[in-house]
């Protein structure tokens, strides 16, 4: 069984895990990161979307000993300690960005990379971002609304930051 | 999903190795091959992850063609200046394969080896006449490559190291997509070289990728939409599902080219 070595919301774990163990597997049950959900697990809906190295991956459909060297990052990694919500999290309660919440953390960390890679994105990219982010709930208006205006507070809080 | 071994080789050298083993089995991006082994479809006693190889990665200019890594990922295709200089259509087929999610982890090299028949890339290696490379250090030409529904030249344990693409004067791929899976429900990949034009259509045929002689035949004499305009993909080679009849996809298959050729100017 191989053995594995990453980081996991800055933290280093060392675990050994099967062959077939996934990375979604890995998080939720062996480290009871919890907060990433499995909705389809066949790849489609991204309720358990987390980065990779910074990047949106389904962890449902990466094997765990493959995140060796890695550093992931969930849900529970992306506010403050204190538990204050970060800028896209607070977006989405403002904005009404969810229901049920159950495929929130994918959409939350599905947006902070697309903020990531484009600081202002049009209403269709954002739309055309969330393809592989499945909602039953909410008709994606509102986590459309919260994903702009995410991407506005970030773009603003720039200038402010960089004084 | 039964268990199995994970190799993570440091070089192709091991990797090839590795892949002797009995029921060893190469995965790349895992885009197609975890959900596989979830549904059991495939029980490898050894799967060997190309994916940390780095000689299998990357996007270089030869010339007139484009040399792609077969571990080089669909976001990596997209976001490349080389390939977006040199060819365009092929950039942005990769960034419009699935989502941003799958574009992070999904290979060029498990797209060709698995051939899936609604897959897209298939289509750009067979329209732009590339050339697969093998760690059996063959040269294959896509024409050879393709041979079926999920099936290629690549013999056991062989692996696709590089795709080269011969860079086109013009080209274009139209995709028409399954709502759901997002994959090709007939895709038309479209290029234009100074001796002729190729045409190849994906997700419609029985018998996976395939070109369009007759639009080549008359694309190569005369490249403008009017001269492909009432012309019809044979039905009787065509897939009929749930999605769609075979009538329906030659219709797309006729609308998709006359578009990819007014597309490429
Ligand atoms: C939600 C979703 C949507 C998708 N949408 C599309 C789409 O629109 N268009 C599209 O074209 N594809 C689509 N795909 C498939 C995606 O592009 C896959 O990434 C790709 O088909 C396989 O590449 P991979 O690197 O993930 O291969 P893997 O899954 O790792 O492997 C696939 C197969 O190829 C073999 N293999 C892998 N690498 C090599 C190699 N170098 N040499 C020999 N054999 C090898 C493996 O053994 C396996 O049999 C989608 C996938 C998902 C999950
Ligand atoms: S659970 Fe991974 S994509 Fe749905
Ligand atoms: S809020 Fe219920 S699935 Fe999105």
Redesign the interface.
Known sequence: M?GIKLTVNGKTVEKTV???T?LVQLLREELGLTGTHVGC????C?AC?VH?NG????S????A??A?GAEITTIEGVSSRDGTLNVVQAAFQEHHGLQCGFCTPGMVM?IT??LRVNASPSETEVRE?????ICRCTGYHNIVKAALSAAETLRGAQPVAAE | ??????L?PASLAEAVEAMKGEDAQA?SG??TL??T??ARLASPS??V?L?GLAELKGVSREGDKLAIGAATRH?DVAGSEAVRSAIPALAALAGNI?????R??GTLGGSVANNDPAACYPSAALALGATIHTSAGRAIAADDFFLGMFETALEEGELVTRVDFPIPTAANYQKFEQP?S?FALVGVFVARFPGGARVAITGACEGGVSRWDAAEAALSSDFSAGAVTGMAFPADALIGDIHGTPAYRANLIGVLTRRAVQACG
Do not use: H
């Not at chain 1, 697990?41 to 489609?44: C, L, V």
């Not at chain 2, 999903?1 to 994970?6: A, E, H, R, V, W």
């Open positions: 191989p099967e062959g077939r996934l697990d066949t790849s489609q991204g979307l990779v990047e949106s991956v389904k449902c459909t990466m094997l000993a493959a060796e599905s990379d697309l971002w969330l393809e592989g982010n | 999903m039964y268990n199995f071994d994970y993570r995965i895992g885009q975890i959900p082994l979830k050894v799967l992850d994916s976001a699935g989502d941003p999610a799958v992070n982890r759901a997002r």
